[in-house]
């Protein structure tokens, strides 16, 4: 079977792989690459997620990327002004030409011989297998799959005479006016819907099996704005952009080394703005969790919209757990049940490991469960696979720039030494080293459902996977590529390109 040849083939046209694009023309400018994407149109998360209310949970000026600096007065961004920035993005570069739509990859297998990854993908429109080979494979295809949400297997789902709907698949035309609605679930996107639907819908209740730390901002930064007037853009990005990771980092660390005091920080917040006649009870039961912060993500609340909806009386919040669907709405365990019309299940994602693809090297089937991470992005004993997973306490895309800039000097050392292959192995005294999970002290369902199928961290540098920035920062831009652990072999060659 004939198969395109590029040096670098890149799975998924969402905000990592554009930006990882821009990098690799910037810094590999010789270097051929196409961008390989399953869906008909470019933009990831942004372009798929179409619910009422979707926005970052993220400062754009973070979540944007460190070469195109966020220039819209909001820093709290609805989706489509974020899929726009991602479109304008690839334009101006001309990445948008690179991209082929409508490819499925779904296998991918590393020769030693011909020093390639040979991609199998099922063409969208034809369900054809179409095949391409690159030297080094990024997979920036993200975290969960797109083919549907996450759902619980709640009792008797199908006795509900409304509309059962998941923020992942939104109707386009969903009529929600002057409706009854329940939205399952209190993460990010449920606290992001239920105050835009609350607009138009007779009555939402957000129903919520435990409550989640929350905390209110302005979706506007006057002194960054303010910053934009007064100088030159180049200064005014860089100082907004540190301030920024400045402010998550120490936020972070102070919320993982004095939990307690954060919690009441935050608590007294919610507080704050629900106001003073808000019943205390009601406030234990629905605004105090029993985590510590950061064990999961914070959720952002911008401009106070969601006390506001429920100091409105347009919502309501209910903490209990579901018994079953019944043909009016939810029966709970407590005996009450609640009507809907119509029923959203916020209840999360479905990961995948890197895409869903199989991989296998040298015809040898690989097992991610069985490796450990290299860096947090590569595998032990997998040659030239780089993967973007970003943080989970901070933008991803703060990750992606940092990982994308470390692949290029990667790149360019593999070239100097004519080399065509990196391979991490564990060293002898590492084999038998603690395994940890690839992702530490994070309760959030979405992963703990995944873990135990993610590569493992060791107990020592460079298989950890450390969610630190400024550590990350050091590591990709000014450590040293020969580490001793990163084999470097397979001489310069023209096997394969054909």
């Not at 095949?131 to 949400?149: Q, R, V, W």
């Not at 998550?248 to 917040?269: D, E, H, I």
């Not at 065509?420 to 369902?445: H, V, Y």
């Amino acid at each position: 079977m004939s198969r395109e040849y590029f040096d670098i083939v890149i799975v998924g046209a969402g905000l990592s792989g554009v930006g990882v694009a821009y990098h690799l023309q910037q810094r590999c400018p010789g270097k051929s690459y196409v961008i390989l994407e399953g869906r008909n149109s470019m933009g990831g998360t942004w372009d798929l997620f179409r619910y009422p209310g979707i926005r970052s949970d993220s400062d754009m000026y973070t979540l944007g990327y460190n070469f195109k600096p966020w220039r819209e007065a909001k820093s709290i961004a609805d989706g489509a002004s974020i899929l726009k920035y991602v479109q304008e993005t690839a334009t101006e570069n001309n990445i948008d030409q690179q991209i082929r739509y409508g490819h499925i990859v779904k296998k991918a297998n590393w020769s030693s011989q011909d020093a390639t990854w040979t991609i199998e993908t099922e063409s969208k429109a034809t369900g054809a297998s179409v095949c391409f080979s690159c030297n080094f494979l990024l997979m920036c295809s993200g975290y969960y799959s797109y083919d549907k949400g996450y759902t619980p297997e709640f009792k008797a789902m199908e006795d509900f005479k409304g509309k059962i709907v998941h923020p992942q698949k939104w109707p386009k035309n969903l009529d929600y006016g002057d409706k009854k609605v329940i939205v399952i679930g209190s993460g990010a996107t449920a606290i992001s819907l239920v105050p835009e639907i609350a607009r138009d819908a007779a009555h939402v209740v957000m129903l919520q099996r435990s409550p989640t730390y929350i905390v209110s901002s302005s979706d506007k930064d006057a002194i960054a704005n303010f910053l934009h007037q007064l100088l030159p853009e180049r200064i005014a990005s860089a100082m907004i952009r540190w301030k920024y990771i400045a402010l998550q980092q120490f936020f972070y660390r102070y919320a993982r080394t004095k939990p307690k005091k954060v919690r009441r920080m935050l608590l007294k917040m919610v507080r704050q703005e629900l106001g003073s006649d808000y019943d205390f009870e009601d406030f234990e039961t629905h605004f105090t969790p029993r985590y510590h912060p950061w064990d999961q993500r914070i959720c952002l609340v911008p401009n106070s919209n969601l006390f506001q909806s429920l100091k409105s009386g347009k919502v309501s919040i209910v903490t209990d757990h579901i018994d079953t669907f019944t043909k009016k709405g939810i029966l709970l365990k407590s005996g009450k049940e609640i009507e809907a019309d119509i029923i959203v299940t916020a209840t999360g994602l479905n990961l995948v490991v890197l895409g869903g693809v199989e991989f296998s090297v040298d015809a040898e089937p690989v097992e991610f469960d069985q490796t450990y991470t290299y860096k947090g992005i590569m595998y032990s004993n997998v040659p030239n696979l780089v993967s973007i997973f970003g943080y989970i306490n901070a933008s991803w895309t703060l990750r992606t720039d940092l990982i994308a800039e470390y692949l290029c000097r990667l790149m360019n050392h593999l070239d100097h030494l004519r080399l065509r292959q990196c391979t991490p192995r564990l060293q002898d005294e590492e084999l038998n080293m603690s395994a940890r999970p690839f992702i530490e002290d994070f309760s959030s369902g979405y992963i703990q459902r995944l873990i135990h199928l993610l590569p493992k961290q060791g107990d020592r540098e460079p298989w950890t996977n450390t969610q630190n920035y400024q550590h990350d920062k050091k590591m990709f831009r000014h450590g040293s590529i020969e580490d001793g652990v990163l084999v470097f072999s397979n001489p310069d060659s023209e096997v394969g390109k054909s």
